[in-house]
């Protein structure tokens, strides 16, 4: 992977590890394999505030960002 596709990958990082409803429908196993992982997870929270998601990091941090429509994404603040 050269230094462009590299850069590419990680801005897709965000939109591609975004966890729908549906993943959380019966358990939390695909979450929970992306954390053991050592990979970051973005959801949404009833309390999430508009534009905005949460990224919980492997250690159990929880940051909120804000996603582009290039699928990067900028971390706002504390979840």
Known sequence: MNA???KAAKR???HAF??????F???DSE????LAEGRPIFYLEP???KGL???????????????D???GYRVVGPA
Do not use: C
């Open 31 to 34: 979450a929970r394999g992306h």
């Open 53 to 67: 998601v949460v990224r919980e990091q492997p250690d159990g941090g929880k940051d909120l960002v804000e996603l």
């Open 25 to 27: 429908a019966y358990d």
């Open 69 to 71: 429509d290039q699928g």
């Open 47 to 49: 309390n999430t505030p």
């Open 4 to 6: 462009i596709d590299s």
């Open 12 to 14: 897709d990082a965000a």
């Open 18 to 23: 975004m966890l729908e409803d549906e993943d």
